[in-house]
């Protein structure tokens, strides 16, 4: 008899070699063609609806390695909602309108760019986008991302952009809407205003000045001191090109300042400045007066070069954190400057235009850069002798998040959304306590920034966006919007796109017989300026969630970058509750950038740029979705070849369980051969406890979204405990029992039962390979595992006193273990059966042990295993457990040619001389 033909080895058409490269694709295939997503929704219908609403991403570009992370969390998120019996639609958005399009429009055009109109650029630009949403589209499906690719979101749609009009409407409406000049963020290279979130910190060189203002009035009367003296005034600035813009030097009415009779004349200063003034500017000086400023407030300074006044003012913003607490103060360069000038009632000046240069009537130094006159405007203040020092300074300065350039404040006519009006700004303070940030500083982040932030300022003067619905007037100059007339206005977009504004006529726009409300006249005409895109995208509460059947607002989840708290939440929050009263969102999950291997951002010209694209073609969509659930996302995350080479041995130990596991449930029909749970032996007990643990452990992890414990989990308990332990004991009770023995059943039930939760608990990560291994799997089930619901709970398996008696097992195997590498080492035996080991133990271990002993040689995989009461001859001596000695020697007998095992009772049967009394009772 050909023994070997007797045994129950593995049988699977499972392939160890996971090809993910290639397997995956077909897979997504498969999913479109049997209508997956479909399904999913269709097998929603009824049960309790969760919406996770997607932050669309900007349609220019391939997808870099931060939306890989960012589009695979949420796809992990709303399979796990979907498993755990919820209906979660996912659908899918784009941000296609905005500057870097338009950019690359023009970049792509080269000249051709000259001889085209607005509409011209805008349908190029339309095309443009429209490409990359496809490239996009599909590089997210290969990610196994599960969604309503077909019918995505674009902000670029028709009836979105009469959406985004609509809601303007409504600012305008309710009066939060109004055309104010005021100084904002300002690109003179992208020739646009910026909002908050399209602007960045980086270091940037400054020169830092120190100059003197001369007081032009007598101050005897209220500074004794000071009679018959000339005084000045110091301010600080790190922006020279500013000083033409000067009308005011600001003072902090708490403040005590300081007269110091100096080499360059009385100079003022506040007093908790006066020293380390001095020595920044190498003067010795003496104190000769000390006052509060409101003595000056009103008092007149000469401008350094300019035949014009600079009134002294008190304001609460001065610090002395820098420089002299006295401030330079140019009301059309500096939201605190404008907002003190308002109050005081400075004109709102700025010399600068829209290109970033002086205008031609500015005196000395119309028509140049501003930056480059930073050294025109020093070496001025040279030549009238009001510098006092000059250095330069690196220090944060903002930039164009766009095309990284330095920008100015620059008081220009812009559209507003006020954070006074209707009490928005203390009803977003208040919606943000009622929303649930994850992580919970992601609430403090957000507050600050709404308590402090200035006006939104929501025009761009640009051609791609969503024009901003008003009118001036051309008889009279009044600006009109109207909510009546914008409401009109996007209805006609959302059948004819906004593009229609820069086709159709003001007259063919507006409803019939409008006039401007204050003079009459008909003549009426557009608005050039566009809709900051922050706005486009915060709108998609309004656009997206509230029409749909399907989807809800406010929604229970969004989730992004942790830069989104200045950008989408901020813009969401601000246009809900300006217009709802309500945040769009019930919770917010935030997650950090990925990092290069050694903590550093990526960078095409560092060179360390991780690709999606080179990852999938490497490792597989799966190896990389392990990562994203590897990391604890919270937190900036790191990948690098060699993390991602961890994560593929990782991911390649879960799936060699699943095949070793797959190999020996082959034809064992789970609901006839499923063994009870009482009759089970208490090893396949004691992993059915094991496995309950993993359920609850990673159930409650999705719950609470910390997926990277559910890679933790999941590899321990396939490397520790099944693979190192339980797995490693069954082979030879799989291999070589009968096969329909209630031991090789009982056996089969357990395995079936891991690996069916094993496939549905790793399904939301390793998307691909859990359904490729459930198509493999005994029984009926649904067609995929994507259809299925998790495992359910069974607390009644759990047995804590059984579990503590197999922990001591483990701890003596270990110490078994240790022995026989040693005698392994020592040529006393080559493999583990042809040992024999000997224990002993103090009396309690020693009777513990005893209840065992049929067990130990198929525990400790050696031939023979007997306790004893004492050892002769070399022994092995625990470190861990006191008193336990094992002492290895070859195992005797004769080996067993089917099992392996070395028996003293070969031949006992003569039909089967060559194998043991256990494997002759398998084949007869």
Not at 706 to 728: A, K, P, R, W
Request: glycine share 6%; net charge negative.
């Amino acid at each position: 008899m050909e023994y070997k033909d007797t045994l129950n080895l593995p049988q699977t058409d499972f392939p160890m070699k996971a090809n993910l490269n290639q397997r995956e694709p077909e897979m997504l295939e498969k999913w479109e063609q049997n209508g997956l997503y479909n399904k999913l929704e269709e097998g929603g219908k009824g049960k309790p609806l969760y919406i996770l609403h997607d932050g669309p991403p900007y349609a220019n570009g391939h997808i870099h390695i931060g939306h890989a992370l960012n589009k695979t969390l949420k796809d992990i998120l709303l399979k796990v909602k979907r498993m755990e019996g919820f209906h979660a639609p996912y659908v899918p958005g784009w941000d296609c309108h905005g500057l870097p399009i338009e950019l690359q429009v023009e970049k792509n055009l080269g000249s051709k760019k000259h001889s085209m109109s607005k509409l011209e650029m805008r349908r190029e630009c339309r095309s443009y986008a429209a490409k990359f949403v496809d490239i996009q589209r599909e590089e997210f499906k290969r990610l196994g991302i599960l969604g309503d690719w077909e019918n995505p979101y674009l902000t670029m749609n028709y009836e979105y952009e009469g959406l985004t009009a609509a809601e303007l409407a409504r600012f305008a409406h309710n009066g939060g809407l109004y055309r104010g000049r005021k100084p904002v963020h300002w690109c003179s290279s992208c020739v646009t205003a910026l909002a908050e979130a399209e602007v960045e910190y980086a270091d940037h060189t400054s020169p830092s000045i120190y100059v003197r203002f001369a007081l032009q009035e007598d101050l005897a009367a209220v500074i004794p001191a000071l009679a018959g003296k000339q005084a000045y005034i110091v301010i600080w600035t790190t922006t020279p090109w500013t000083i033409p813009a000067n009308l005011a030097v600001a003072l902090h009415p708490e403040f005590d300042y300081v007269a110091l009779e100096t080499e360059k004349g009385v100079l003022i200063v506040a007093e908790g400045l006066k020293d380390s003034f001095l020595a920044a500017v190498g003067l010795t000086g003496t104190v000769i007066a000390t006052f509060k400023a409101g003595v000056l407030e009103r008092k007149l300074c000469k401008h350094p070069f300019y035949d014009r006044d600079s009134v002294v003012l008190l304001g609460e913003h001065v610090t002395l954190e820098a420089g002299t607490g006295c401030v330079h103060t140019a009301p059309g360069h500096g939201q605190e400057d404008y907002e003190l000038a308002l109050k005081e009632g400075l004109q709102i000046y700025n010399p600068v235009d829209n290109h970033g240069k002086y205008l031609a009537d500015v005196e000395f130094f119309g028509g140049q850069q501003v930056f480059p006159a930073n050294q025109s405007v020093i070496d001025k203040l040279i030549e009238v002798e009001a510098l006092l020092q000059t250095s330069q300074i690196v220090h944060s300065y903002p930039h164009c998040w766009r095309c990284k350039k330095p920008i100015i404040f620059r008081a220009t006519e812009q559209w507003f959304i006020s954070m006074q009006a209707n009490d928005l700004r203390d009803k977003a303070l208040k919606a943000i306590d009622e929303v649930e940030w994850i992580p919970k500083w992601g609430r403090e982040r957000i507050y600050g920034m709404i308590e402090n932030r200035p006006d939104w300022c929501v025009s761009r003067q640009r051609s791609w966006g969503v024009p901003i619905t008003a009118f001036s007037c051309s008889a009279c100059g009044e600006y009109i919007a109207d909510g009546a007339v914008m409401d009109h206005i996007a209805e006609i977009f959302k059948k004819e796109s906004s593009d229609v504004w820069f086709d159709w006529s003001a007259e063919k726009l507006l409803p019939a017989g409008t006039v401007c409300p204050k003079c009459g006249s008909a003549s009426l005409e557009k608005e050039n300026d566009i809709l900051d895109v922050w706005f486009d995208s915060g709108v998609s509460h309004a656009a997206v969630l509230e029409p749909s059947a399907t989807l809800r607002s406010p929604a229970d989840l969004y989730l992004e970058g942790s830069d989104q708290h200045r950008g989408w939440f901020h813009s969401s929050l601000l246009e809900s509750v300006g217009t709802r009263g309500v945040a769009p969102y019930k919770s917010v999950l935030t997650h950090g950038f990925v990092l290069d291997g050694q903590g550093r951002k990526m960078s095409k010209s560092v060179g360390n740029v991780v690709a999606p694209e080179d990852v999938i073609k490497k490792f597989g969509a799966d190896v990389l979705r392990l990562w994203v659930s590897a990391m604890d996302y919270q937190d900036d995350t790191r990948i690098s070849q060699e993390i991602l080479t961890r994560v593929a041995e990782a991911y390649r130990r879960i799936r060699n369980t699943c095949r070793y596991i797959l190999g020996n449930i082959n034809g064992f029909d789970p609901v006839s051969q499923s063994v009870p749970f009482a009759e089970m032996p208490e090893i396949d007990r004691w992993a059915l406890h094991q496995l309950e643990i993993l359920k609850e452990r990673v159930l409650t992890a999705y719950q609470e979204m910390e997926f990277h414990v559910i890679y933790q989990e999941v590899n321990g308990f396939c490397t520790t405990e099944m693979s190192s332990f339980y797995l490693d004991i069954l082979k030879d009770r799989m291999y070589t029992s009968k096969s329909d023995s209630v031991e090789r059943l009982s056996a089969q039930t357990v395995m079936f039962r891991i690996l069916d939760t094993l496939v549905r608990v790793l399904a939301p990560v390793l998307s691909f390979t859990s359904d490729e291994v459930w198509q493999f799997m005994p029984g009926q089930r649904e067609d995929s595992v994507h259809l299925a619901e998790f495992p359910a709970r069974h607390p009644e398996l759990l047995d804590d006193t059984l579990a503590a008696r197999w922990e001591r097992i483990i701890k003596v195997r270990a110490d078994v273990s240790k022995a026989l590498e040693l005698a392994r080492v020592a040529k006393t035996i080559g493999h583990s059966l042809d040992a024999a080991v000997t224990i002993t133990a103090p009396a309690e271990l020693f009777d513990f042990l005893q209840g065992y002993a049929a067990e130990l040689n198929s525990i400790f995989i050696v031939s023979k295993a007997t306790l004893a009461t004492d050892l002769e001859g070399e022994y092995w001596a625990s470190e861990n457990l006191e008193g336990l000695k094992i002492q290895v020697t070859a195992a005797p007998g004769v080996k067993c040619e089917r099992c392996w095992y070395y028996s003293e009772e070969l031949g006992t049967n003569p039909e089967h001389p060559t194998i043991c009394p256990k494997c002759t009772q398998a084949v007869i």
